[in-house]
């Protein structure tokens, strides 16, 4: 990515968030910390934004509480190969008649394009997911949650436990995450992670959807155990020491093959 273009999201992005941390934009930009340093110290310098301590302010704050991790519309455009082929699986556990719970994300977002025109009773905190889901009709029927929301991340979010989502009783819950390791499915924000529990909640089982990306990051916030998650949907890119251990703590793995446009993805190995 070109120095300009770098600048030019590292101020649209700290404007949208008011503070952003450095951590954030390293992620975001795919860029190295020094990079990142060097560029949020020349905007600071330009009168662009404020450079604080681990991150950078707007000049002109805003006072919504913004969400930590990578905004919907960037994390749509990582490893599309890989959700795709994961949604695909996914797709596979879904019959007709049954009630689902989608969690917001990108990785389900790809789930939700195959589930249009389905007939299925569908609970999501995600105006996308809603809305593609109702793009086709006659198809499924859509509940969303009360709350706040946020439209960087595309979802609903709510500081109440009683939002809504008490008296939808889910036969599966589909569901992405920040990082998955040894501790479970993890995210870094606390209302994003505290959503998450609320829907596994009313689910009768948990399907994670985690691209091989995951399984490299992690954070202190588990959303859930391995041992509670019933299904854990990931790529070939994962190493073989990351799937023996997601395997030796969640009863069904299944590794999804990743190859070019020509060829399309099937289930490599599953336990």
Do not use: W
């Given at each position: ?6 600048h ?12 952003i ?95 249009r ?38 979802i ?21 995450c ?7 499915a ?10 998450a ?15 091989s ?23 070939s ?35």
């Open positions: 990515m070109l120095e300009r273009e770098r030019r999201l590292i101020v649209k992005l700290t404007n949208e968030r008011s503070i941390a450095l951590s954030d934009l390293v992620d975001m930009l795919d860029a190295s910390e020094a990079t990142i340093r060097r560029d949020i110290a020349a905007l600071d310098r330009n009168g662009e934004l404020r450079r604080v301590r681990g991150g950078a302010e707007a000049l002109r704050p805003r006072h919504q509480h913004q969400l930590a991790g990578v905004p919907f519309a960037m994390s749509r455009d990582v490893n599309v190969a890989q959700k795709q082929a994961i949604a695909r699986e996914a797709a596979r556990l879904v019959e007709d008649g049954m009630s689902v719970i989608l969690n917001a994300g990108s990785t389900t977002f790809e789930l939700a394009r195959l589930l025109g389905r007939n299925l009773d569908v609970l999501t905190n995600s105006f996308s997911i809603a809305g593609e889901l109702l793009s086709v009709r006659p198809g499924c029927r859509v509940t969303i949650p009360s709350g706040t929301v946020y439209p960087e991340h595309n609903i979010l709510s500081s109440f436990e009683h939002d809504g989502t008490e008296s939808f009783a889910g036969e599966v819950l589909f569901t992405s920040y990082g998955l390791g040894r501790a479970g993890t995210e870094r924000d606390p209302l994003i992670a505290r959503a529990q609320k829907l596994a909640r009313r689910a009768e089982r948990i399907v994670l959807l985690a691209d990306a995951k399984l490299k990051v992690r954070s202190s916030m588990v959303v859930a155990p391995l041992e509670e998650i019933d299904i854990v949907i990931t790529d890119g994962a190493g073989g020491a990351e799937i023996e251990l997601l395997r030796s703590l969640c009863p069904d793995v299944r590794v999804m093959e990743v190859t070019d446009a020509a060829k399309p993805p099937g289930l490599l190995s599953a336990s």
